[in-house]
């Protein structure tokens, strides 16, 4: 929920890395982004969530809330 500035060249950015977007919201561009392996990030048995978020909070500026659960928890 809110509203990310940086929406417009963080899509940009998932374009050129090969993700495609339907719609023109904040939240497909959030879930793209949380979705892919940051550089330098070993995954190799299971995502590394707390690189992907912190990846997606350095990438995005705004005004913002999200609620993640993962295998470990909320």
Excluded at 49 to 71: C, K, N, P, Q
């Amino acid at each position: 929920n809110g509203t990310i500035t940086t929406c417009k060249s963080m899509r940009q950015d998932l374009m050129k890395r090969g993700y495609g977007l339907f719609k023109d919201g904040d939240i497909e561009v959030i879930g793209q982004f949380l979705a892919f392996n940051p550089e330098n990030c070993d995954e190799s048995e299971k995502p590394n969530w707390v690189a992907r978020i912190s990846s997606f909070m350095h990438a995005s500026d705004g005004s913002y809330s999200l609620v993640i659960m993962t295998e470990e928890g909320i």
